[in-house]
């Protein structure tokens, strides 16, 4: 575990208890929102989410269409609350690139507001193309800045206690998907969140 990843953890293990209602877990409603309306699901799928938390959205995914939730998060203790907010559901600790589940198992992989903590985002997008089945989509809800603020706050954002590593433009997260292999790469922006999405060919 990187330095990135050991804050990350530290950080959501002290968070995971209330999460809902602190200012971050406000802050990250309208990410989950976007997703729930970016999201085309059926019954039957197998959705899993990267960076799950406390498993609310695999909770309101739920509530639109029967499917099977999945979630890792690097927090032991998001994990113990995802667990009890979905008892039917399937959960574990891990990394972002080291996700202990089977070769094309999903349908569906979303990130909510996390894609920011990767460590290697190159990594991460060659796992989920693992992890999907052909036709299967990945959708990353992401913070979105334009580029004179991410200019001015990368060399800073290596420095903060919360595990964060880099905040990325839409093409450059387009650009990872793609070296890994997806296609049909496309993205909208809604004030501070980023929609990118693409599917496995």
Excluded at 42 to 64: H, I, M, P, S
């Amino acid at each position: 575990m990187n330095r990135f990843e050991q804050r990350s953890k530290i950080a959501y293990d002290s968070k995971a208890v209330g999460y809902d209602s602190s200012f971050e877990g406000r802050f990250t409603e309208n990410f989950k929102k976007l997703l729930l309306e970016s999201v085309e699901l059926k019954t039957g799928y197998q959705l899993l989410d990267v960076a799950c938390g406390n498993g609310r959205l695999l909770k309101q995914f739920a509530e639109q269409a029967d499917i099977a939730g999945y979630g890792v998060d690097i927090s032991e203790n998001m994990i113990r609350e995802a667990k009890q907010l979905n008892p039917d559901m399937t959960f574990c600790v891990g990394t972002c690139d080291e996700i202990p589940f089977s070769d094309q198992m999903f349908d569906a992989i979303t990130v909510s507001a996390s894609y920011h903590h990767f460590p290697h985002v190159a990594r991460f997008a060659s796992e989920a193309y693992r992890l999907l089945k052909d036709g299967g989509t990945i959708t990353i809800a992401e913070v979105y800045y334009p580029a004179v603020v991410r200019i001015l706050c990368n060399p800073l954002v290596p420095l903060m206690k919360d595990g964060d590593v880099r905040f990325y433009s839409p093409r450059e997260i387009i650009r990872t998907l793609g070296n890994a292999g997806f296609q049909d790469q496309t993205f909208f922006t809604h004030e501070n969140i980023q929609i990118v999405r693409a599917t496995k060919r």
